[in-house]
């Protein structure tokens, strides 16, 4: 379980791709202080598994549903990422309920900074729009954040379903979305009580059948 409090910057110093599966070293010296073998720690929004640690890296095995479902696939060494350790049960829920399962990847389509902030516009798979709600919370790339807008369409016609991000300065500066371009992938992971209602709702029209 994470929060998306994003703890630190880190950087990928090296990939090996295997069959059907990836191996990738990852520099972070704050998520490795206190690490072990078979920790669990978000890599962009990605929960994956310590399998080796060294110094300030540590090696994370991916495997091709992963690569699939994600972003992670088109990471290699030198990409920045955002790390967070899993939540301890003694911690503060500074973000929201993250469980480090990629729901889809979205894409960014406008960037458009101003003094104080910047607002981010990422078109969202059409299967995730209807979890996405205005003011609600949204995981990208591991980063916790508040839906500042949505809609759908564009004067171009070019994207659908849509969402938007109101990003502070420290947001900026200490996560990979200050340097985010247009056309970038980027992981999402929609609220997970919206998929329980949801699911639970749907037991109400079917008898009960789960």
Not at 119 to 132: G, I, W
Not at 153 to 173: F, K, Q
Not at 194 to 209: M, N
Request: overall charge negative; proline content about 2%; charged content about 20%.
């Amino acid at each position: 379980m994470f929060t998306g409090i994003v703890e630190e910057r880190g950087e990928i110093v090296g990939r090996e791709d295997l069959e059907e599966a990836a191996r990738f070293r990852i520099r972070g010296p704050l998520v490795t202080s206190d690490a072990s073998f078979g920790d669990s720690i978000a890599v962009n929004g990605v929960c994956l598994t310590v399998v080796e640690l060294g110094g300030a890296d540590f090696t994370v095995d991916v495997m091709a549903e992963t690569l699939t479902r994600s972003s992670l696939a088109a990471l290699a060494a030198g990409a920045p990422v955002n790390l967070e350790r899993a939540m301890a049960a003694d911690g503060r829920f500074g973000g929201h309920i993250v469980q480090g399962h990629v729901d889809g990847v979205g894409s960014v389509v406008s960037v458009s900074p101003s003094e104080n902030w910047t607002v981010v516009r990422v078109a969202v798979p059409a299967d995730l729009a209807k979890y996405v709600v205005e003011k609600g919370s949204i995981t990208i790339d591991g980063i916790s954040l508040t839906v500042s807008g949505i809609g759908r369409g564009a004067d171009d016609g070019e994207y659908g379903d849509w969402l938007e991000v109101s990003l502070i300065p420290t947001t900026l500066t200490e996560t990979t979305l200050g340097a985010i371009a247009v056309g970038a992938r980027v992981n999402l992971e929609v609220d997970v009580i919206a998929k329980y209602v949801e699911r639970l709702q749907s037991a109400g029209t079917d008898g009960g059948q789960l």
